[in-house]
DNA sequence: ATATTGTACAACCAAATGGTTGTAGATCAG
DNA sequence: CTGATCTACAACCATTTGGTTGTACAATAT
């Protein structure tokens, strides 16, 4: 019943850090380059205060990390929460896909 | 700025589809076989109503189609949700992959 | 030394989420 | 017909979410 508890509400705060347009592209952006905090902030429309939690919300979900240099705080993107999130779909994609082919051998069969 | 909003939501809603246990849990079960909504509800240590809204955020993600069946509702997969949440995990890792080739390049320089 | 910049964090607010119970309508079984 | 089952939906509740403003402090620039 309760598979594993750990890695379920990981995966809870994985996906849920996805299920919002400025965090998604703010882990595209950290992906390809470097970000301050700060930096990201000027992007958006909304103050820094709210950036600040969406980088929040993505460090506790293993997306980035921050790195402080000087004053500023540089968000770098974490490969392994992505990799993690892609893992289990592509779980289901290979269910979907075996059951599929059993459908495949049903109708042939039939 | 605004690059797609329709989309951008749309993903939002899916993201936020699998932001659960127990809706994950039921991706995964009418993944393999076909569930009614009771059928569904008798698995988890909830209400009814509990987990007919589960089936009903799914169904607004386009994760998974209901079917009336006599006085049944009869819960199945939808295969093109999934997909695309895998599309948008699999672009950001080419552009994870991409970096990761770029910086290989310039090591190899210096 | 002072002003500016970057960050952290608290307090607050409206709206959404995840759950409950209760009521009511269809459909099926006896 | 009557009762049981399956579903839909409303009302309610506690907590979380996504945003705000304000305060405080560290690091940099003038």
């Excluded at 958006?44 to 980088?55: G, P, R």
Aim: net charge positive.
């Amino acid at each position: 019943m309760v598979v594993d508890q750990l890695r379920e509400t990981e995966l809870d705060r994985l996906f849920q850090a996805f299920a919002d347009t400025t965090r998604r592209d703010i882990v595209r952006r950290v992906t390809v380059g470097e970000y301050s905090v700060s930096g990201l902030a000027a992007l958006y429309a909304m103050s820094f205060a709210a950036v600040q939690k969406h980088v929040a919300v993505l460090e506790r979900a293993s997306l980035v990390t921050k790195e402080k240099r000087g004053r500023e705080q540089i968000v770098r993107g974490n490969h392994e929460g992505l990799q993690k999130a892609l893992r289990l779909l592509d779980e289901y994609e290979q269910i979907w896909r075996q059951r599929a082919a059993r459908m495949a051998d049903i109708l042939a069969e039939g």
